[in-house]
């Protein structure tokens, strides 16, 4: 498997096996042989800090099952939806780096600690469209 390293521990749903590596790519494996389903890159990605690396632009926790799916929060801030049947799927921005574990509260929410010490709330079933990744002018007015 290619990429750069990742803090990352695997997902492992019932299709696949999904992480996404240092780099931004989101990496679908085969659970019964380890074989490589596919390979996606997400792009628009910001560079942040993050553990065990000065920056990076990938996955510093473990992507949450949630009703739609996986998600997973990068390093930036931004948010994913890795199984979308177009792709991993931009559905939310933090406008802030997150280096700690996103939870699902609920069925609905996901709870998201940015390194600013703010609690973000994401509605999962109200991203319909996708957000764009927030700037810097956007991050530093968090």
Do not use: C, K
Not at 11 to 16: G, H, I, M, R, S
């Amino acid at each position: 498997m290619t990429g750069r390293f990742s803090t990352a521990a695997p997902l492992v749903t019932d299709e696949a096996i999904v992480l996404v590596t240092g780099d931004g790519i989101a990496h679908r494996l085969d659970p019964d042989h380890g074989g490589i389903l596919d390979r996606q890159h997400l792009h628009g990605l910001r560079p942040a800090y993050g553990p065990y690396r000065s920056t990076g632009t990938g996955a510093p926790t473990t992507a949450v099952h949630t009703p739609l799916g996986p998600m997973i929060v990068l390093l930036d801030g931004s948010i994913w939806q890795l199984d979308s049947p177009a792709g991993p799927l931009l559905v939310g921005d933090v406008a802030a780096p997150v280096t700690t574990q996103p939870v699902l509260l609920g069925s609905n929410t996901l709870v998201v600690l940015s390194t600013d010490a703010v609690v973000h709330l994401l509605d999962i079933n109200a991203t319909a469209t996708r957000p764009m990744l927030a700037g810097p002018a956007s991050r530093s007015a968090s």
